[in-house]
């Protein structure tokens, strides 16, 4: 019998290795609840549901009711609680009339409390007031004399934001004086003989009570100062 070179006997182990591997891999299933890299992609109006064990919707996206005009689809997003209440969505309830989509956020009786604006910009809901409107004439502000620190406007807030903007009028006699802002009192910002004007870090946690102060000093006892809050708002970093 004829010698068999080596290298031949080890060239049929490896093939027989790679035909057992593709046996093997032939005969297991991937699996099914993992995406390891790549992207999953639903069109052609599919949407994608997740359930809760009992059957309630809690995560919807894709295809929404109503249709838009001409049978148009709407894609939409819905996310609702466990007890089935919405929470959040991106969806129009007639398509008609409000083509653009509100994003919206819902309490536990369906009232939406939060949304932007599907007709314009900014903000739908909540209604945010503005400053009251408050008399031209600097000779009906509040007003002190005194060379100390003295309160002229007290209120009371609830932190939701963690930069706070404020605008503070001035106006004075004689030598003039300033004015400052407190915070729980604390000082935000710098006093200023020219009234008040600046963004600062409220430095409070969310929803913690608020006690803001203005305050005014006169530079003398022949100096007066007036001043009026026009602007006093939470606003982002």
């Known amino acids: 019998m004829a010698a068999i070179p080596l290298d031949i006997l080890d060239r049929i182990r490896d093939l027989e290795r790679q035909v057992r591997a593709l046996m093997g891999s032939a005969n297991t299933r991937p699996k099914m609840d993992e995406i390891q890299g790549g992207r999953v992609v639903i069109g052609d109006g599919g949407s994608l549901t997740v359930r809760t064990p009992e059957g309630k919707d809690l995560a919807y996206v894709g295809r929404v009711s109503p249709d838009r005009e001409g049978g148009q689809y709407q894609q939409g997003f819905v996310v609702r609680r466990d007890d089935g209440s919405a929470a959040i969505s991106v969806w129009t309830g007639d398509p008609k009339v409000m083509p653009d989509q509100p994003v919206q956020v819902y309490d536990r009786k369906g009232n939406v409390v939060v949304a932007d604006d599907a007709m314009g910009q900014g903000l739908a809901k909540p209604y945010v007031p503005y400053p009251m409107p408050t008399p031209e004439d600097a000779t009906k502000w509040e007003s002190t004399r005194s060379t100390s620190w003295t309160t002229l406007y007290n209120g009371n807030g609830i932190a939701q934001h963690p930069k706070l903007y ?16 407190l915070v729980n009192d604390r000082q935000i910002g710098a006093a200023s003989k020219d009234g008040l004007w600046f963004t600062e ?27 009026s809050p026009r602007a006093l708002y939470g606003v982002q970093s």
């Open 166 to 181: 404020c605008i503070v009028a001035i106006a004075t006699a004689g030598n003039g004086g300033e004015l400052r802002l």
């Open 201 to 227: 870090p409220l430095g409070l946690d969310f929803g913690t009570r608020v006690t803001f102060k203005v305050q005014a000093r006169a530079a003398n006892s022949n100096s007066t100062v007036w001043c």
